[in-house]
């Protein structure tokens, strides 16, 4: 019997036993749902190659595809009060914070990163919506003040690359007092006479799109990405009418004239290349080496 139990019935077992794969090996498109095989989307920047719709990319993807070479420097930020109203819901929020920062490898929503882009010293501010939506908090307004402060320092451009879902509810008050942190950052680049530009991702809503995300320079949008401030479902529900189809998306904005441009993922690198050759200065284009 134990011959049977231990020896034959696993050799069977292994030979019917369908292989286990991996959770993450296929992911459905939230357009078309088509599955895509994870390491293609990847190394078509996640944009799906039946639909073109643009998935949520990684920080570290963004940042390299935005840099010549994929080459950048990541500059740290004043550490600020970690867990200022001692909240708690299901959960204690210092629990949370310590969780996504395990699980992302970073301190908080915003990364500040310098480099060439198309070959002029850029300063970018990117928010991960892996960590916590992407939400604002303290530490994101410290964030873009210490990117507004390097652009002026090194007289390079700013661009602020957008993915939250609005304010840090854990942080009450606080959080939305970044607003007007973020908007006075922004100034300071503007009174420097350097280029503020953003790029608004999939999803830039709540207290980031009322703030320093549509103060832009110019403002570009990866195709169907959802700009508001309060939801769809929210604002049908005040107004009780029923919104167009394509209400908040980047398309709807730009013929609305709240952006400027759409631009598929693909070629942003070159369409911000572009723009920086033209409206930066020469007297004020400077190398990266310069970045003290």
């Not at 077992?13 to 369908?18: G, K, V």
């Not at 400027?260 to 070159?270: A, I, Q």
Request: charged residues 20%; glycine residues 8%.
């Amino acid at each position: 019997m134990n011959w049977l139990t231990n020896f034959v019935r696993p050799k069977i077992q292994a030979l019917i036993r369908r292989p286990e794969i991996p959770d993450n090996l296929w992911i459905k498109c939230p357009g078309c749902e088509h599955m895509l095989f994870h390491r293609d989307l990847l190394e078509n920047l996640s944009v799906c190659h039946h639909c073109n719709h643009h998935l949520r990319l990684e920080i570290a993807q963004r940042l390299e595809m935005l840099f010549d070479n994929g080459r950048y420097t990541e500059t740290e930020t004043p550490k600020v009060q970690a867990d200022p109203l001692k909240f708690k819901d299901s959960k204690k929020y210092s629990d949370r914070l310590k969780d996504y920062r395990q699980k992302t490898e970073r301190d908080d929503t915003v990364v500040v990163a310098y480099g060439l882009l198309g070959g002029q010293s850029t300063v970018v501010a990117a928010f991960n919506f892996s960590f916590m939506g992407g939400s604002m908090g303290m530490a994101a307004g410290q964030a873009l003040l210490t990117a507004a402060d390097m652009a002026v320092k090194t007289k390079s451009p700013l661009i602020v690359v957008t993915a939250s879902g609005g304010a840090r509810m854990q942080e009450g008050i606080l959080s939305l007092m970044q607003m007007p942190r973020t908007i006075i950052a922004v100034e300071k680049v503007k009174e420097a006479g350097l280029p503020y530009i953003t790029l608004l991702t999939d999803p830039t809503t709540g207290g980031v799109s009322a703030s320093f995300a549509m103060l832009g320079d110019i403002a570009i949008a990866e195709p169907g990405a959802i700009i508001g401030f309060a939801g769809a479902r929210v604002i049908e529900e005040t107004i009780r009418q029923k919104l167009p189809d394509n209400f908040q998306k980047a398309e709807y904005l730009l013929e609305h004239g709240m952006i400027d441009m759409v631009v598929h993922r693909h070629k942003l690198k070159e369409t911000l290349s572009q723009i920086l050759q033209m409206i930066v200065p020469v007297h004020k284009r400077v190398s990266v080496g310069s970045v003290a």
